[in-house]
């Protein structure tokens, strides 16, 4: 059993490798048993010494789903409640209630994120409404194929937001959306500019519409953090 | 906004070079800012041979955001630090 990972693991990068160490005389071994000792300084590191099932968790930027079948912004479907049934038979999701995927802002075809299911959680595509569309009064839907359900009773208090759709990569057309939101959308629209004047040769311009495309993302970064801070006042300074 | 939308204010005609220049400058964001993050999990191995710590780094990554070790003692994942340079071996052999 692993503890105190933080303390006693470390990793070094190695080209396209992670290299992973744990301390030795760690408190889950003495030195006598330890295997594949290594010194750095005056702390001794040695090979993992346990299985971990999933135990090493890399979190990353990559470049996935550049382009999705919706507009980002459009993306709106969210909807949460302790009410949805569902079946795994017909892969059904029933909320009882008229409407609620209309009024939630879903619709065929879009792509769902359940959150908080004892067993359904996970990525799902809505194939329609059952019964009636969802444009209808649909209280129930139906997934699409590719999605397998367990059987639930309502319960848990479940979240359904609507994700962008993936286009496959390798076949995006013109009307493909970028995955990005409006701000970096403007911000490549400057990058492509930069290139298409980089390859005229046209450096000055070039740079001129890179350094568009930073400003842009730093615009949106910044856009993020327009938070306000509260300085308490000492009741000294009440007059 | 679409590839087409995209096409027409750039003016450019080229589909397939647009939808490149696309990917790159969104590999360029990714690469300066934090736009989407993914998540990969690899079983760590009890090592039995000298070569048994090294594991791949996803090969869509652009980069680093944390590496973290599963606690299995308290089921959570906690952050590791980056060693700045490789220790020097003592020993390769895993059984000295």
């Known amino acids: 059993m692993s503890s105190y990972v933080d303390k006693e693991y470390f990793y070094y990068l190695r080209g396209r490798e992670l290299l992973l160490y744990k301390l030795l005389g760690s408190r889950n071994r003495t030195r006598i048993t330890q295997s594949g000792i290594l010194q750095s300084y005056h702390n001794e590191l040695m090979y993992p010494d346990e299985n971990i099932t999933d135990g090493l968790r890399i979190e990353y930027t990559a470049l996935n789903d550049p382009f999705i079948s919706e507009s980002f912004e459009s993306s709106t479907g969210y909807g949460t409640g302790t009410i949805f049934t569902f079946t795994a038979?017909?892969?059904?999701?029933?909320?009882?209630?008229?409407?609620?995927?209309?009024?939630?802002?879903?619709?065929?075809?879009?792509?769902?994120?359940?959150?908080?299911?004892?067993?359904?959680?996970?990525?799902?595509?809505?194939?329609?409404?059952?019964?009636?569309?969802?444009?209808?009064?649909?209280?129930?839907?139906?997934?699409?194929?590719?999605?397998?359900?367990?059987?639930?009773?309502?319960?848990?208090?479940?979240?359904?937001?609507?994700?962008?759709?993936?286009?496959?990569?390798?076949?995006?057309?013109?009307?493909?959306?970028?995955?990005?939101?409006?701000?970096?959308?403007?911000?490549?629209?400057?990058?492509?500019?930069?290139?298409?004047?980089?390859?005229?040769?046209?450096?000055?311009?070039?740079?001129?519409?890179?350094?568009?495309?930073?400003?842009?993302?730093?615009?949106?970064?910044?856009n993020k953090r327009l938070v306000s801070s509260a300085f308490p006042i000492s009741p000294f300074a009440v007059r | 906004m679409t590839i087409l939308e995209l096409m027409e204010r750039t003016g450019i005609k080229n589909e397939t070079l647009a939808i490149a220049y696309i990917k790159d400058a969104i590999h360029l964001i990714q690469s300066n800012t934090k736009e989407k993050i993914k998540v990969n999990k690899q079983n760590i191995l009890n090592a039995s041979d000298s070569d048994d710590n090294v594991y791949r780094l996803p090969a869509d990554m652009i980069s680093i955001e944390n590496v973290s070790i599963l606690d299995t003692s308290d089921k959570r994942y906690k952050r590791i630090k980056r060693l700045s340079g490789q220790p020097h071996y003592l020993l390769e052999d895993t059984q000295p």
């Not at chain 1, 959680?121 to 397998?148: M, N, R, Y």
């Open chain 1, 89 to 222: 038979s017909n892969r059904y999701i029933g909320t009882g209630i008229n409407n609620w995927w209309k009024d939630h802002g879903f619709s065929e075809g879009d792509k769902i994120r359940i959150q908080g299911s004892t067993s359904n959680d996970g990525e799902h595509i809505i194939s329609g409404g059952v019964g009636t569309s969802i444009s209808g009064s649909a209280s129930t839907i139906d997934l699409t194929s590719a999605s397998t359900l367990v059987d639930e009773s309502a319960g848990a208090n479940i979240t359904i937001t609507q994700v962008p759709e993936p286009d496959t990569i390798t076949s995006p057309n013109t009307t493909s959306h970028i995955n990005l939101n409006k701000m970096l959308c403007l911000a490549v629209v400057d990058y492509v500019k930069a290139m298409i004047h980089e390859e005229r040769g046209e450096i000055d311009k070039k740079e001129y519409y890179m350094k568009e495309f930073f400003s842009k993302l730093a615009d949106n970064e910044s």
